[in-house]
């Protein structure tokens, strides 16, 4: 089984920042591609950020230039860094990684708001 616990949100003022920290435990052979979805009130969940295991990345057209998605392989480790942070990205954020046998796993979520 693989786990998967997010940290790093928290509450932030318009125009700042933070960093979201996702690890990965358990029994993981096979490690694709990882990403970031977040799930903001009474909306759908939305894709943010993914990263292959090459590093290629691809970005919601919404945060391209403000949010940059990276990973450590060796340490399972995958993270989002968010800048210039608007009321617009509160939203419950959510790790994702394809493992294995090519499985999807979800972490339980961590909240960012975006508040004066």
């Known amino acids: 089984q693989v786990q998967l616990v997010e940290s790093g949100g928290g509450l932030v003022q318009p125009g700042g920042s933070l960093r979201l920290s996702c690890a990965a435990s358990?029994?993981?052979?096979?490690?694709?591609?990882m990403g970031w979805y977040r799930q903001a009130p009474g909306k759908q969940r939305e894709l943010v950020a993914t990263?292959?295991?090459?590093?290629?990345?691809n970005y919601a057209d919404s945060v391209k230039g403000r949010f940059t998605i990276s990973r450590d392989n060796a340490k399972y480790m995958v993270y989002l860094q968010l800048n210039s942070l608007e009321p617009e990205d509160t939203a419950v954020y959510y790790c994702?990684?394809?493992?294995?046998?090519?499985?999807?796993?979800w972490g339980q979520g961590t909240q960012v708001t975006v508040s004066s």
């Open positions: 994702n990684i394809k493992a294995n046998w090519a499985q999807d796993y």
């Open positions: 358990g029994t993981i052979f096979r490690l694709y591609a």
């Open positions: 990263i292959t295991s090459g590093g290629s990345t």
